[in-house]
């Protein structure tokens, strides 16, 4: 399998949208400043852990059992189905 790299240039301050299961990186940082990051994961609440579909941060599944709704401390509940009006 050939795989091809697209560099993707994010300018200081900006940001870059992408699907979890892409694969994703940076170069290392070869300034004195460090670099901070802020990642934001949205699922549909309906979304449900398949363990073998995970991708690789083990810690973020903790307390989460396969076949079950994807809610803990990472992955809140932002706007329930619930809250939903119908019209």
């Known amino acids: 399998v050939e795989v091809a790299f697209t560099p993707v240039l994010v300018p200081a301050g900006g940001g870059a949208f992408h699907h979890t299961k892409l694969m994703h990186g940076s170069r ?17 609440e309906d979304c449900r852990v398949h363990f073998g579909n995970l991708p690789w941060h083990p810690d973020m599944w903790q307390d989460i059992a396969e076949g079950d709704r994807m809610v803990n401390q990472y992955f809140p509940v932002v706007y329930p189905g619930s809250a939903m009006v119908n019209g």
Not at 28 to 44: M, Q
């Open 28 to 44: 290392p940082n070869t300034s004195e400043r460090a670099r901070r990051a802020l990642a934001l994961h949205y699922a549909a």
